[in-house]
C-alpha cells in the first residue's frame, strides 16, 4: 500500500513552454502533498505544500506564479512550470501523507530537461 | 525551526562491512524522525522512521537507527554492507502535525566487492 505515482516519468520541452506534472496517490486519500525539486547531487528543496481544496503554501524563494499547484482532489495534485527556462531543468519529486500517519511516501520523480 | 546534518555526503565500505550513515538533527519539539534510500533516478523510498516509541528502529533491507535524544542523533546502520545497499541516503525531521520534512544533504553509499 501507499504508493505514489508521478506522471510523466521524463519531459523534454522547449523553453518558454509550459509543462504540467501530475502526483497521484494510488491507494489512499491525501489532504496534504508535497512538492520537492531536487539538483544534480543536492538535497531535496522543498517547493511548496499543497492543501486538497485550498491555496499551496510556497516556500521563500519559489515562484507561485511560475510553479502553479493545483490539489482539486484528495488523490491528485498537478504541477504547472510556467514558461519553463533551461534552469528550471530538474528532478521534480511530490509526496503524498495520508491523513491518519505521520509518513510521507514518495513519488518515483519527473525528470523535466528545458532546451 | 528543524535542521538536519548528515555528516560526511560519500561514505564507502567493503561488502559485508559494518554501514554506518551519521545524522544530527535540531528540533525545537520532540521530533519524527526518518531515514529514506534514492536509487539513481528514481523517488524516496522509506528506509525507517522514529515516532517516539522504541528508540531501536528497525527498517527494511537489514538497516536499523537508534534515536538518541542526548546527542542529538539518528544514526543509520547495517551490520553487513551488501553490494545492493549502494545509493543515496537521506535523513529526514519534522514536527507532528502536516509539517513538511526537512532533509540532509544526503550521504552516497558505495560498496566496494
Not at chain 1, 519531459?11 to 491507494?27: A, F, M
Request: glycine letters at 6%; one cysteine or more; aromatic letters at 10%.
Amino acid at each position: 500500500g501507499a504508493v505514489v505515482s508521478q506522471h510523466p516519468s521524463r519531459v523534454i520541452c522547449k523553453s518558454g513552454t509550459s509543462v504540467k506534472i501530475e502526483c497521484r496517490s494510488l491507494d489512499f486519500q491525501a489532504t496534504t502533498m508535497f512538492w520537492y525539486r531536487q539538483f544534480p547531487k543536492k538535497s531535496l528543496m522543498l517547493m511548496a505544500t499543497s492543501n486538497e481544496g485550498s491555496k499551496a503554501t510556497y516556500e521563500q524563494g519559489v515562484e507561485k506564479d511560475k510553479f502553479l499547484i493545483n490539489h482539486a482532489s484528495l488523490t491528485l495534485s498537478t504541477l504547472t512550470v510556467t514558461s519553463a527556462h533551461p534552469e528550471d531543468s530538474s528532478f521534480y519529486i511530490c509526496s503524498a501523507k495520508p491523513s491518519a500517519t505521520d509518513t510521507q511516501y514518495f513519488g518515483p520523480g519527473t525528470r523535466l530537461t528545458v532546451l | 525551526a528543524q535542521s538536519v546534518t548528515q555528516l560526511g555526503s560519500h561514505v564507502s565500505v567493503s561488502e559485508g562491512a559494518l554501514v554506518l550513515l551519521r545524522c544530527n538533527y535540531s528540533s525545537s519539539v520532540p521530533p519524527y524522525l526518518f531515514w529514506y534510500v534514492q536509487y539513481p533516478n528514481q523517488g524516496l523510498q522509506l528506509l525507517l522512521k522514529y515516532t517516539s516509541a522504541a528508540t531501536l528502529v528497525k527498517g527494511i533491507n537489514g538497516f536499523e537507527a537508534e534515536f538518541k535524544k542526548s546527542e542529538t542523533s539518528f544514526h543509520l546502520t547495517k551490520p553487513s554492507a551488501h553490494m545492493s545497499d549502494a545509493a543515496e541516503y537521506f535523513c529526514a525531521v519534522r514536527n507532528s502535525g502536516n509539517t513538511p520534512l526537512v532533509f540532509g544533504k544526503g550521504t552516497r553509499l558505495s560498496v566496494i566487492a
